[in-house]
T-cell receptor, first 111, second 114 residues
């Protein structure tokens, strides 16, 4: 059974600081997804990583994938309050059709 | 707004009642997915359709759950004889045919079973 683990589960940061969220998974996969969820809202797609070594960046967020280590990271640079949300990684097990999500990392950025 | 709509957005029901949720996908998205998300957890896959064919079902989808996608357009998810443990957010997501990997999520239906 595929397991996807994120850490930390909760992260409180000061504005302007950098931090990394980690996503480990237990079986071979070359597709990994990052989503953002605001309280009471649905999921917003951030990144889709489709190969070993893939790196994608959007604004203050950068995601990378190491399929050999079964690890993805989401790096936050110079955090701002608007980044406060819960971030989920998800691993695909069937050509993009069966996503297994991690438990989420709740990020709070304080001024 | 991703263009995926769900109805209703909220549903309160008593234990033992049946409920039905609807998902309207982005037009021309032939793949449609249902997930369930409980408070503080990540979404869990329930089932998915390619056009009108239901191709995968999670073991989470007990006999009380049934999903349909007639004509390959909108989809419905029905829960019969609801239980308190069914209380959750039910999310629908869709994806186009090929060349696009992202699943686009709808706003969800929040179910509370009393």
């Amino acid at each position: 059974e595929l397991k996807v683990e994120q850490n930390p589960l909760f992260l409180s940061m000061q504005e302007g600081k950098n931090y990394t969220i980690y996503c480990n998974y237990s079986t071979t996969s070359d597709r990994l997804y990052w989503y953002r969820q605001d309280p009471g809202k649905s999921l917003e797609s951030l990144f889709v990583l489709l190969s070993n070594g893939a790196v994608k960046q959007e604004g203050r967020l950068m995601a990378s994938l190491d399929t050999k280590a079964r690890l993805s990271t989401l790096h936050i640079t110079a955090a701002v309050h608007d980044l406060s949300a819960t971030y989920f990684c998800a691993v695909d097990t069937n050509a993009g059709n069966m996503l297994t999500f991690g438990g989420g990392t709740r990020l709070m950025v304080k001024p | 707004d991703t263009g995926v709509s769900q109805d209703p957005r909220h549903k309160i029901t008593k234990r033992g009642q049946n409920v039905t949720f609807r998902c309207d996908p982005i037009s021309e998205h032939n793949r449609l997915y249902w997930y369930r998300q409980t408070l503080g957890q990540g979404p869990e896959f329930l089932t998915y359709f390619q056009n009108e064919a239901q191709l995968e079902k999670s073991r989470l989808l007990s006999d009380r759950f049934s999903a349909e996608r007639p004509k390959g357009s909108f989809s419905t998810l029905e829960i019969q004889r609801t239980e308190q443990g069914d209380s959750a957010m039910y999310l629908c997501a869709t994806k186009p045919r090929i060349g696009q990997e992202t699943q686009y999520f709808g706003p969800g239906t929040r179910l509370l079973v009393l």
